[in-house]
């Protein structure tokens, strides 16, 4: 194929300019220099040769043979255009035809009318496709190699083509081999005549060269004998290694290397950027960290308030047990089996749970406000060095903290309160008071029986015994009444200031979950840093693949460079 090493190179400038785009399109990197027509063309433009020469010189039956296929069209046109594309680049119109021909590949073959046969537009409009080919080709057949118009337009059209022509001899298989060279000595006085310089000249046998061609294969034998072998050798090479075509390389190079410098830029922007903004988001989490551990460190204060709810509860727990110590409560314990300790102890709990969970949802609000007064303060800094969005203060989210920290407070007092035994005290006190009273209540119970005994068995109407008997019961009776109140009076002092004092001890049970749930409550900030660590965790994503293919496509197109 002609210019295969070319297209090649071309082909994989391309795919490499094609990759630069996308990830230029994926990082937000403005590619404008890839996307100029001039760009396309130099990556998409077909290797165009042009024929000129007399009618019957040829030209059809020699473009004809170096694609294997018949171009010949029956449309009368001056210039007929073969090639693989779609859409055509020139526009069609009474001298021009375009014909789509899959066969030709990379090529676009460019026919004319004889020479004679064109009239001043046809021939104005052939000088005006010159400039955009890659070769022309002045085709004169072996039978008239002086054709006068062709040689006048030659001369006519030097300027336009430059070094990017060559003459070629046609149909020398209709002469004898002793009159080649014969043609070749004229031809190159003829050229020296015309343009100043001998032309490359190409000795070819259309006739030979379609015959070579097959369904199958390409017979290399009759390929070279027509000339049409050392023909595409040499017009490959000057394809290939002309300065249109390298400058037309090096204008899509240029343009790939500018943008793969931009996206380098870019991408050690954005580099650049996530580390900064990861530093921002670390000296902010560390400065949440300090003020959660500022709060730890001052939990004695607020540990203080919840464990002085046990003693706030002392006289409302101290009329309950008072209740349940009284003389008719006195009396049922004594002939059931009692259960004060237990009452007095749920109620104890109950009434201080209560109270420490409003406490703890002061301080809880307390420390929202905290939150709040916080992050309002860091936003608008943390906002203006950062480029994602950050949210305002998740009220909601903290006002879910503070639900959760009253209610674990509560239960954690709640089990601080069992902890700390306060029914064993109590209970062992009513106890012991109870067994007292009960064996003073035997005693009166014993001495009242003995009297009914004794009167009932005396005959004496006058006998002072069981009045002397039920005296001293009765004496009993008001002694009982006393150490009652005495002992009970005792007991609710003794109850009252145990409460007292388990103010310190309930504070220190408390303080591990305490301070575990102040972290806790810290923990709230964390969803509004959450589309931060998702912008950062995504950009690292992208970052990381990103800058691997920009290196690779560097490499790559400084390969390519070194092929130029």
Same mark, same amino acid.
């Given at each position: ?120 537009q046809e021939l104005e409009r052939i000088k005006e496709l010159m400039p955009t080919c890659d ?185 309950y047990a008072s209740k349940k110590n009284g003389m008719i409560g006195t009396l049922i314990s004594l002939f059931t089996r009692g259960d ?5 102890? $749920? !109620?104890?709990?109950? /009434? +201080?749970?209560?109270?420490? @969970? ?7 609000? *307390? ?70 009273? $009960? !064996?003073?209540?035997? /005693? +009166?119970?014993?001495?009242? @029986? ?7 068995? *005396? ?90 293919? *920009? ?14």
């Open positions: 194929m002609l210019g295969a090493e070319y297209l090649e190179t071309r082909k994989r400038l391309e795919s490499i300019t094609g990759q630069i785009r996308t990830l230029a399109l994926r990082t937000d990197t403005p590619s404008d220099e890839l996307e100029t027509d001039s760009v396309r063309k130099s990556l998409k433009s077909p290797f165009r040769i042009l024929v000129c020469g007399e009618k019957e010189s040829g030209k059809t039956a020699f473009l004809s043979s170096i694609v294997g296929q018949s171009l010949a069209v029956s449309e009368q046109k001056a210039i007929h255009v073969f090639g693989s594309n779609v859409l055509s680049t020139e526009q069609e119109d009474e001298v021009l035809g375009y014909h789509r021909v899959t066969e030709v590949g990379e090529l676009e073959l460019i026919d004319t009318r004889g020479i004679s046969e064109l009239n001043q070769y022309v080709l002045w085709i004169v057949s072996s039978g008239n190699p002086w054709a006068s118009k062709t040689w006048d337009f030659l001369t006519e059209a030097r300027e336009l083509v430059g070094m990017r022509h060559a003459i070629i001899l046609q149909q020398i298989d209709l002469r004898p081999a002793d009159d080649v060279p014969i043609l070749l000595d004229h031809l190159r006085s003829l050229s020296v005549q015309r343009v100043g310089h001998t032309l490359p000249i190409h000795c070819v046998s259309a006739t030979i060269a379609a015959a070579a061609w097959s369904q199958t294969y390409k017979d290399p034998k009759r390929w070279n004998i027509s000339g049409y072998e050392s023909f595409e050798s040499i017009l490959d090479k000057q394809i290939s290694t002309s300065q249109e075509r390298e400058q037309a390389l090096r204008h899509a190079f240029n343009g790939a290397k500018i943008v793969i410098d931009r996206l380098e830029v870019r991408i050690l922007s954005r580099a650049r950027a996530l580390r900064g903004d990861k530093h921002v988001l670390q000296a902010v989490e560390a400065e949440v960290e300090r003020a959660r551990e500022t709060e730890v460190k001052n939990a004695r204060e607020n540990l203080n308030r919840l464990g002085s709810v046990v003693t706030e509860q002392v006289e409302h727990t101290v009329k004060g300790a237990v009452a007095v102890e $749920k !109620r104890l709990q109950e /009434l +201080v749970s209560e109270s420490a @969970s409003v406490r703890a949802r002061e301080i809880a609000f *307390s420390m929202l406000r905290q939150c709040e007064q916080h992050w309002n303060i860091m936003r608008p800094e943390l906002q203006r060095k950062m480029a994602v969005n950050v949210v305002d203060f998740d009220a909601r989210g903290f006002e879910r903290k503070v639900d959760e920290f009253s209610t674990k407070m509560e239960h954690s007092t709640r089990h601080a309160l069992v902890l700390l035994k306060l029914r064993r005290l109590l209970d062992r006190m009513m106890v012991a008071r109870q067994q007292a009273l $009960k !064996r003073i209540l035997t /005693l +009166v119970l014993a001495l009242v @029986s003995a009297a009914g005994i004794i009167g009932y068995l *005396s005959d004496d109407l006058h006998n002072e015994l069981p009045f002397l008997i039920l005296g001293i019961a009765g004496l009993l009776v008001l002694w009982m009444v006393w150490y009652g109140k005495k002992t009970k009076d005792a007991l609710i002092d003794d109850y009252a200031d145990t409460i007292v004092d388990a103010r310190l001890h309930l504070a220190e049970l408390i303080e591990n979950d305490y301070i575990d749930e102040v972290r806790d409550f810290f923990n709230g900030y964390f969803p509004m840093f959450e589309n931060i660590r998702r912008y950062l965790v995504e950009g690292d994503y992208d970052l990381e693949p990103n800058t691997k293919e *920009s290196h690779e496509l560097f490499l790559k197109l400084k390969a390519k460079q070194q092929d130029f």
